[in-house]
Nanobody, 123 residues
Framework: QVQLVESGGGLVQAGGSLRLSCAVS????????MGWFRQAPGKERDFVAAIRWSGGRTYYADSVKGRFTISGDNAKNTVYLQMNSLKPEDTAVYYC????????????????WGQGTQVTVSS
């Protein structure tokens, strides 16, 4: 059974940093990509960042470029999201997702999702 477990959320002041982690268990071979999405209250779940597991190519939403960095650790089957220069508008529940098949990584067509972790940025 595949599980994605996120950690690292919390409360931070504007301008601060947080690092989210997402560990995959149950099936790790032939992973195609992992992504981070976020959902603020009353809004759609939006793409934040993604990484192709083979080759490490990364993708970012325009709103986080230059502030967030996605990375992966193959040995630990874990993806990270380093978030710097956080803004109040970054406040949301952050979800990680994993795909074992080819997909457009900015869409929500991933195979499995984590339970989400709350990130709150105070002004």
């Amino acid at each position: 059974q595949v599980q994605l477990v996120e950690s690292g959320g919390g409360l931070v002041q504007a301008g601060g940093s947080l690092r989210l982690s997402c560990a995959v268990s149950g099936r790790t071979f032939s992973l195609y990509a992992m992504g981070w999405f976020r959902q603020a209250p009353g809004k759609e779940r939006d793409f934040v960042a993604a990484i192709r597991w083979s080759g490490g190519r990364t993708y970012y939403a325009d709103s986080v470029k230059g502030r967030f960095t996605i990375s992966g650790d193959n040995a630990k089957n874990t993806v990270y999201l380093q978030m710097n220069s956080l803004k109040p508008e970054d406040t949301a529940v952050y979800y990680c997702a994993a795909a074992w098949r080819t997909l457009v990584v900015t869409t929500k067509e991933y195979d499995y999702w984590g339970q989400g972790t709350q990130v709150t940025v105070s002004s």
